[in-house]
């Protein structure tokens, strides 16, 4: 056989010998990447190589459908891959690993910067010879639209540091691969598309705003930070302002968990997942509110206050509702002069009308007036450079909150958004 064929040959038995890292090749790209090596390998001198054009297209197409480059993939699955030494190097200097973790890493790495450095050009012309074609397979490469450190070294074992440091902040898996996730059939999952609301396109309630980054960042920054119930008029930003938390603070390791009011009573469980992994995390619950004394009540009263177990330092719960007083409280629940009933019913009362408290801070947002709805109408159109007359601007926006959800953040939204499409139109 042609010995350039027989150099793939030995890069497929690399790949083989690879100690850490085998999980990149575990998906789609990987194993069709891994079947077009061994499809090069196997041909016969005279026959047409189907299955290796076959391979190759196969490898093609899935690439195609990512939409990235081949180093590209490779250096993602490299940065989300969750093994001993990602997994070790969260938790301890380099220094501190064990020398055979730091060899394997290095042995690792060393053949990944070799596959990463594989013309495709080259593996076209290895495909012609092996599948017998008088052709070489068509190649189309994609811009590298990463610039990480791996892309920028030449010799990837000398990038274990920066490769510990990212591994750090960013986390591995699931939560390197998604900034947001959710709760769902006893699992994490990632959320793909998370809201892209970005703090400064929130305006109205600086103060609130203020308080919140703020605590934020003690968290970021491994200090005691506090629950937060966000409680106030409904559309007044409440929610937008956690999820645009998320997207200021991600890359520095800030992640978000939303747990449907349904699920609180998985809350502990979640909580124990995360609590010995470096990324900080808001579990945030939207509309929080209880029609009676039941297990989600429990479970978020077990991680506000804390139990046996330790609270998990890199935790907080960020809630919003529209209720002051989460729980419902019925005339039903005061008490009666009657014999049957609880003897210190109004220490029920009172355990029901205090349970918000039991969150470190709480931050109100008042309805908004008409100078605060028209500022938040302001500040939307220069951010999208919509350029109306002041008046007219004006004018509309009190006509769209009349005519529809009254003043609030949301309904400036809605009026900024439905506003530009018309402008579009017209013109």
Known sequence: MNQNLNYYYLIYQEIS??????????????????????????????????????????????????????????????????????????????????????????HDLSILNTLYNLPLEAISQWV??????????????????????????????????????????????????????????SQLIGISHPDPIKLNELVGYEAQKDTLIKNTKMLLSG???????????????KSSLVKG?????????????????????????????????????????????????????????????GSVTAKAKNVVVYATSNRRHLIREFFADRPRPSDADEIHNWDTVQEKLSFS????????????????YLNIVHHLAQQLNINLPLEELEFKAKQWATKYNGRSGRTARQFIDFLQGELIMDN
């Open 17 to 106: 010998s690879l100690l850490l890292y085998q999980s990149i090749f575990n998906d789609e790209v990987g194993r069709a990447f891994l079947k077009l090596l061994k499809t090069i390998y196997s041909r016969h001198e005279t026959d047409v190589n189907f299955h290796c054009l076959t391979a190759y297209s196969h490898w093609f197409k899935v690439l195609a459908f990512q939409g990235i480059s081949w180093q590209d993939h490779l250096i993602n699955k490299i940065l989300l891959d969750n093994n001993p030494f990602s997994q070790q190097v969260q938790i301890m200097t380099l220094q501190n690993l064990p020398n055979a973790l730091i060899e394997a890493s290095k």
């Open 128 to 185: 012609k010879q092996s599948a017998n074609v008088p052709f070489s397979p068509l190649v189309v490469q994609l811009d590298n639209s990463n610039n990480t450190f791996l892309h920028q070294s030449d010799n990837w074992e000398n990038c274990l540091e920066e490769l510990a440091q990212y591994y750090r902040q960013q986390g591995t898996g699931i939560f390197a691969e998604y900034k947001a996730l959710k709760w769902q059939d």
């Open 223 to 237: 200090y005691s930070a506090l629950n937060v119930l966000l409680y106030g008029s409904r559309g007044s930003g």
């Open 245 to 305: 938390l998320l997207n200021e603070y991600s890359s520095q390791g800030l992640r978000l968990i939303e747990v449907n009011k349904s699920q609180l009573h998985n809350l502990p469980l979640i909580v124990d997942q995360v609590r010995n992994i470096p990324q900080k995390f808001i579990m945030f619950v939207d509309d929080l509110s209880f029609e009676e004394d039941n297990d989600g009540f429990k479970a978020l009263k077990v991680v506000l206050e």
């Open 357 to 372: 408290d039991r969150f470190g801070l709480t931050l109100t947002f008042e309805p908004a007036n008409q100078d605060i």
